[in-house]
C-alpha cells in the first residue's frame, strides 16, 4: 500500500514495490494511492513511464484514485496506461449516505445484528463512507453484544472513528487550550495504530482549508 503514512509517492518507491518478488505466494498486488492526480504535468510521464514498463507478470499493480473521472482522463499518465491492453480500468461513483445506510441495515439484518436506526446513524457520523470500516464495526459489536440491542454508549466506546471525522473535536479542544481532551484524543489514535506524522499531516491540512475559507470570506466582503 503506497505511500506509506508521512511519505511522498516518488518512482524509485513504486518501482522497488513493482519489481520485488512476491512472498510465499505466486503473486505480488501492489496497491498505489493518489498517483494520477498527482502525477498531472507532461514532464511528471518521463518520470512515470519506465516505472510502469516490464512490470514482472507476478507484480499485480492497482492505482486508486477519488476525484473528477473526466480530470484524470485528461492526465498525460492515464492516457499512456490506458492505452495497454493489460490495463482495466474501474470508474466507481462515491458511495452516499443512503447507500451507506442501506448496506448498514442489510449487513446488520444478515449477522443478526439487534440495532436500531439512531445507533446506525451514530455509527455512520463516525465511519464515513468507508464501507469496509463499516462493515468490521458492525462486525465488532456484533461479537461483543450477542443478541442484545446495540445502545449509543456501546457505540461511543467501542466505535473508533478516522481521524477526519474527528479533526474538528480535536481543533475544538486545542484551541480552547483543552490538554485533557487533546491528550485523550491523540492517545486514542496512537492506539488504534495511527502514526504520528500522519496525524499531523491531517492537522495542517485542516488548519489550511480553515484558513482558505477564512481567505475566501474575507475576499467576499471586500468587492
Given at each position: 500500500?503506497?505511500?506509506?503514512?508521512?511519505?511522498?509517492?516518488?518512482?524509485?518507491?513504486?518501482?522497488?514495490?513493482?519489481?520485488?518478488?512476491?512472498?510465499?505466494?505466486?503473486?505480488?498486488?501492489?496497491?498505489?494511492?493518489?498517483?494520477?492526480?498527482?502525477?498531472?504535468?507532461?514532464?511528471?510521464?518521463?518520470?512515470?513511464?519506465?516505472?510502469?514498463?516490464?512490470?514482472?507478470?507476478?507484480?499485480?499493480?492497482?492505482?486508486?484514485?477519488?476525484?473528477?473521472?473526466?480530470?484524470?482522463?485528461?492526465?498525460?499518465?492515464?492516457?499512456?496506461?490506458?492505452?495497454?491492453?493489460?490495463?482495466?480500468?474501474?470508474?466507481?461513483?462515491?458511495?452516499?449516505?443512503?447507500?451507506?445506510?442501506?448496506?448498514?441495515?442489510?449487513?446488520?439484518?444478515?449477522?443478526?445484528?439487534?440495532?436500531?436506526?439512531?445507533?446506525?446513524r451514530q455509527i455512520l457520523a463516525l465511519v464515513g463512507t468507508d464501507i469496509w470500516m463499516l462493515k468490521n464495526e458492525l462486525?465488532?459489536?456484533?461479537?461483543?453484544?450477542?443478541?442484545?440491542?446495540?445502545?449509543?454508549?456501546?457505540?461511543?466506546?467501542?466505535?473508533?472513528?478516522?481521524?477526519?471525522?474527528?479533526?474538528?473535536?480535536?481543533?475544538?479542544?486545542?484551541t480552547s487550550s483543552d490538554t485533557g481532551r487533546v491528550f485523550a484524543l491523540l492517545e486514542k489514535e496512537r492506539i488504534s495504530?495511527?502514526?504520528?506524522?500522519?496525524?499531523?499531516?491531517?492537522?495542517?491540512?485542516?488548519?489550511?482549508?480553515?484558513?482558505?475559507?477564512?481567505?475566501?470570506?474575507?475576499?467576499?466582503?471586500?468587492?
Amino acid at each position: 500500500d503506497l505511500p506509506h503514512q508521512g511519505e511522498k509517492i516518488s518512482p524509485p518507491m513504486v518501482n522497488q514495490a513493482l519489481h520485488s518478488p512476491p512472498f510465499l505466494s505466486e503473486k505480488r498486488f501492489i496497491l498505489v494511492r493518489g498517483l494520477l492526480t498527482t502525477a498531472t504535468k507532461k514532464t511528471d510521464l518521463k518520470l512515470w513511464k519506465p516505472v510502469f514498463e516490464n512490470i514482472p507478470e507476478s507484480s499485480i499493480a492497482v492505482l486508486y484514485d477519488i476525484g473528477s473521472k473526466k480530470k484524470i482522463e485528461k492526465t498525460a499518465l492515464y492516457k499512456l496506461l490506458s492505452s495497454r491492453d493489460d490495463v482495466h480500468i474501474y470508474p466507481f461513483g462515491e458511495v452516499t449516505t443512503v447507500e451507506m445506510s442501506n448496506f448498514a441495515n442489510t449487513y446488520a439484518g444478515n449477522i443478526k445484528l439487534n440495532i436500531a436506526e439512531p445507533e446506525v446513524r451514530q455509527i455512520l457520523a463516525l465511519v464515513g463512507t468507508d464501507i469496509w470500516m463499516l462493515k468490521n464495526e458492525l462486525d465488532k459489536l456484533k461479537g461483543f453484544s450477542g443478541v442484545s440491542p446495540i445502545t449509543s454508549q456501546m457505540v461511543t466506546e467501542m466505535i473508533h472513528g478516522s481521524f477526519d471525522s474527528q479533526i474538528f473535536t480535536f481543533l475544538d479542544a486545542l484551541t480552547s487550550s483543552d490538554t485533557g481532551r487533546v491528550f485523550a484524543l491523540l492517545e486514542k489514535e496512537r492506539i488504534s495504530g495511527v502514526e504520528d506524522l500522519y496525524l499531523f499531516s491531517m492537522l495542517l491540512r485542516q488548519i489550511r482549508l480553515l484558513l482558505l475559507v477564512c481567505t475566501l470570506v474575507d475576499e467576499g466582503e471586500s468587492r
